[in-house]
């Protein structure tokens, strides 16, 4: 597997190029675009993380006894980059330091060798004194420090693996639970379940934050919280029960479905999971020379990206995501298949589609999907099918001679899969359907702020683009049922929220775009004409836009960047979709994408605009500086009709 190295696109030299000349500034990038496409026909841009999964890394291999730390002062340069003039770590560039985070990271150097004493670890210790002490670290930076020997596995809130037992129609059961929660969770029911400790010399453990900063959680203010805390007290006890043969079936159980899903790409193809896994093998009795679990240490490896001395750790990949959009890209700057790039990446496309989890739907027929990831094919999600379909649509497939029939049957199928996801609210979720039982948001282990997976306006908005774009008809209650959720979600300010993207402006276009075919309805006009003017209002003085992930911190309340690529490009395809394509807002806005693009036809964006879990984790795409101002300047151009020459 290549993974092109998109990455270079962020770190782009040299000034901005200062022409406004929309059709100029299209061609050039997609010069650049062409040459990032891979010989299979896909394109996959590095995902920029904060530095907790290089500190992650350090921790697993510790945990497997593999020490000395394997490009160890790779890991240190990195982390330490990262670090802050406060002494601590943030979770987005820019941000404030963040108690996870910087208690992973200090963790990290501890475990390479380096002493307390140290300058860097003497004002980390400092930032997290100023962070008010380890009382307000999650279940996961608990759970890893009691598998080094930090704390006692008492201070772990438990993961019953008897979730395992439960029906399938349980709102309680793993299937209640997001799926990457589950992927997730289910190798720590494992170990959480058997207790293992690794053996951390003491100078490398992290004593001195225990001792001096260890703290317990304040009880939860919740009735349903202060439950489930006197519900994990009880099954605390039923876990020491020496004889008891439901726990034993349960962790069978566990080990089953684990072991069913590690496959090519590892668990759910996402790092937490796959680092996991590899914990949960070890603590199972596999050895670093097992098959099995040599399998997914290969697959951590193969997300690490190494450059000037440094090693950064991807999430995952992104292969299908950045080809959809890249074709899309194409297709909108004048592109067919005729060009044997967009045929590659359609090709490659369709070579991508997996069965839907549920094959067939009610009637018997056929269902298909897409996924993220370069291979993950028991967790396709929503939105990265609708954004498939709609670039195999843009760039012409169904009535390609050669592709039509294969890309015909994918854009049925497909469609027929997201039609079957709606859930009962009218709206559509990332991954799962109807998996929003709000009582789990209490458990103790749910402080990773994603134990479900709830229609968002986002998605739900890209099932109605691609909709429209298929032309797939839908009925009346679909239609209906799609627009009452849209409608209901908007914020009193006009905006919507976004929770793939960071944040107001990523959900206000993606709900324009979809509502942009609706405005006949008096109810939806208004909407729409709301946020359109929330997007104007606030536009940056240089004519772009920007948010700060700090936007999550507070429900409602947009936080101001300096302008970025990506952001200005969603909120101009928006104002398009309204209605608003010819006004001085747009045309601000591809002046700034204009004067911003290098002479090299790139895009310099230092800040994350994608969102993993609100307020814990964030993305840097390094594909969305490129894709989506081709997207932007080549509607405007042709909005406007400015001539160009596609080659």
């Not at 099932?463 to 009925?475: A, D, K, P, Q, R």
């Amino acid at each position: 597997m290549i993974v092109v190295n998109a990455g270079a696109i962020r770190r782009s030299s040299g000034e901005g190029s200062g022409e406004i000349d929309p059709a100029k500034a299209v061609e050039r990038a997609v010069e650049v675009l062409l040459k990032l496409q891979s010989r299979e026909g896909y394109w996959a841009g590095e995902l920029f993380a904060d530095a907790t999964l290089a500190a992650d890394t350090v921790i697993l291999y510790s945990f497997l006894g593999m020490n000395p730390i394997p490009r160890s002062e790779e890991y240190r340069r990195h982390i330490l980059s990262r670090q802050l003039s406060d002494g601590g770590w943030n979770i987005y560039p820019g941000g404030p330091a963040e108690i996870n985070a910087t208690l992973k990271a200090y963790t990290a150097l501890k475990l390479i060798g380096l002493s307390k004493d140290e300058p860097c670890l003497v004002k980390a210790r400092e930032a997290i004194r100023g962070l008010g002490g380890l009382r307000g670290i999650h279940t996961y930076c608990r759970f890893y420090l009691a598998a080094l020997g930090q704390i006692p596995w008492s201070k772990v809130p438990d993961i019953p693996p008897e979730i395992m037992l439960l029906p399938k129609s349980l709102p309680i059961g793993l299937h209640g639970l997001s799926s990457w929660t589950r992927v997730i969770v289910v190798p720590m029911m494992i170990i959480r379940a058997l207790e293992p400790v690794a053996k951390v010399p003491a100078e490398r453990g992290v004593g001195e934050l225990i001792e001096e900063f260890w703290a317990e959680k304040p009880p939860p203010r919740s009735r349903w919280g202060r439950f489930f805390l006197f519900l994990d007290g009880i099954l605390r006890l039923y876990g020491k029960i020496p004889f008891n043969p439901i726990r034993s079936v349960a962790l069978k159980k566990a080990e089953e479905w684990m072991r069913r899903h590690l496959v090519e790409g590892g668990l759910g193809a996402i790092y937490p999971a796959i680092q996991n896994s590899i914990m949960a093998l070890k603590t199972l009795g596999f050895d670093l020379d097992s098959p099995l679990l040599r399998d997914q240490l290969k697959e951590i490896e193969g997300l690490h990206v190494f450059e000037g001395g440094e090693v950064r750790v991807q999430p995952c990949t992104s292969h299908v995501w950045d080809t959809a959009w890249s074709l899309t890209a194409l297709a909108e700057a004048g592109f067919t298949l005729s060009h044997p790039a967009l045929r590659r990446g359609v090709v490659w496309l369709l070579s991508k589609k997996l069965p839907a989890p549920t094959a067939r739907n009610e009637r018997g027929e056929t269902m298909a999907a897409w996924s993220f990831e370069y291979q993950n094919p028991f967790f396709p999600d929503i939105d990265d099918t609708a954004a498939v379909l709609m670039a195999l649509t843009l760039a012409g497939a169904r009535t390609d001679a050669e592709l039509g029939s294969r890309a015909r049957a994918a854009i049925e199928e497909g469609t027929r899969w997201i039609r079957w996801m709606r859930n009962r609210d009218g709206g559509w979720a990332s991954f799962d359907k109807d998996v929003d039982c709000r009582i789990l948001e209490h458990v103790p282990f749910a402080d990773h702020n994603a134990i479900l997976d709830p229609s968002t306006a986002d998605i739900t908005a890209r099932v109605l683009e691609c909709f429209s774009v298929t032309g797939v008809s839908i009925t009346e209650e679909e239609r209906r049922g799609a627009v009452a959720f849209l409608l209901r979600n908007q914020e009193p300010n006009g905006s919507w929220f976004g929770r793939w993207g960071v944040n107001y402006i990523y959900g206000t276009s993606a709900v324009l775009v979809a509502l942009s075919a609706y405005q006949g309805d008096s109810e939806v006009k208004r909407a729409v004409e709301n946020g359109a003017r929330w997007l104007k209002s606030v536009q940056n003085e240089d004519g772009g836009w920007g948010e700060s992930c700090s936007s999550y911190e507070e429900p409602g309340v947009y936080q101001a960047i300096e302008s970025t690529p990506s952001q200005t490009a969603w909120a101009v395809i928006g104002l398009i979709a309204a209605g608003y394509g010819r006004g001085r807002a747009v045309k601000r806005g591809v002046g700034f994408l204009c004067r911003s693009q290098k002479s090299d036809g790139t895009w310099d964006e230092h800040v994350f605009t994608g969102t993993g879990f609100p307020r814990v984790f964030y993305l840097g795409y390094s594909m969305y500086s490129h894709n989506f101002p081709i997207i932007a300047l080549a509607r405007y151009r042709r909005l406007n009709r400015i001539k160009t020459t596609v080659s």
